[in-house]
T-cell receptor, first 114, second 112 residues
Framework: AQSVTQLDSQVPVFEEAPVELRCNYS??????LFWYVQYPNQGLQLLLK??????LVKGINGFEAEFNKSQTSFHLRKPSVHISDTAEYFC????????????FGTGTKLQVIP | DADVTQTPRNRITKTGKRIMLECSQT?????MYWYRQDPGLGLRLIYY???????NKGEISDGYSVSRQAQAKFSLSLESAIPNQTALYFC???????????FGPGTRLLVL
């Protein structure tokens, strides 16, 4: 079974500074990887996903993530954050091929400080 | 209008009561899911359904039941609510053959 770890429960960062949200996964087979964002009082929405191909994945709102198979990581980055990026971010993993259950991480709350 | 809607958005109930949370979607997706979110635990899958006649248990189905009344509707029931079922509940959908899930706005449930 797959698992995903988000070590940072909260990340404060000043506006216009860069940010990296860390995600590590565990699986012995090929996986799909996702980042979802949850704004206050809303449901989750997809930021970006890695299925195959290029290891650098670009998503919405200027975010990107890099799949690193050797380090089993899928860290999320943004070069310059805005106040509107304040939200909770969830990393998720599923096994590739057919329907596979998606396992979500525990979430990282990004707090952008003016 | 929202593609995935959940009713009610907030609910307070007492221990032992039966309650139903409803989810409707206009996306035409075959697959529907129910998750609960607890602080520090992320999202955990309760039940999922691939179509009206295909319903499967997730990792935390005890104490819950579901009904897929139509392709567009998927309801979650708590037969006898208990306080540790206090949580934020999300419905999600996905199209056949795609991995992305689309979430509703959530139902905040408090069991006293």
């Amino acid at each position: 079974a797959q698992s995903v770890t988000q070590l940072d429960s909260q990340v404060p960062v000043f506006e216009e500074a860069p940010v990296e949200l860390r995600c590590n996964y565990s699986s012995s087979v090929s996986v799909y990887l996702f980042w979802y964002v949850q704004y206050p009082n809303q449901g989750l929405q997809l930021l970006l996903k890695y299925l195959s191909g290029s290891t650098l994945v670009k998503g919405i709102n200027g975010f990107e993530a890099e799949f690193n198979k050797s380090q089993t990581s899928f860290h999320l980055r943004k070069p310059s954050v805005h106040i509107s990026d304040t939200a909770e971010y969830f990393c998720a993993v599923s096994l590739s091929g057919g329907y596979q259950k998606v396992t979500f991480g525990t979430g990282t709350k990004l707090q952008v400080i003016p | 209008d929202a593609d995935v809607t959940q009713t009610p958005r907030n609910r307070i109930t007492k221990t032992g009561k039966r309650i139903m949370l409803e989810c409707s979607q206009t996306k035409g997706h075959d697959r529907m899911y129910w998750y609960r979110q607890d602080p520090g635990l992320g999202l955990r899958l309760i039940y999922y359904s691939f179509d009206v006649k295909d319903i499967n248990k997730g990792e935390i189905s005890d104490g819950y039941s579901v009904s897929r009344q139509a392709q567009a509707k998927f309801s979650l029931s708590l037969e006898s609510a208990i306080p540790n079922q206090t949580a934020l509940y999300f419905c999600a959908t996905s199209p056949r053959g795609q991995e992305t899930q689309y979430f509703g706005p959530g139902t905040r449930l408090l069991v006293l």
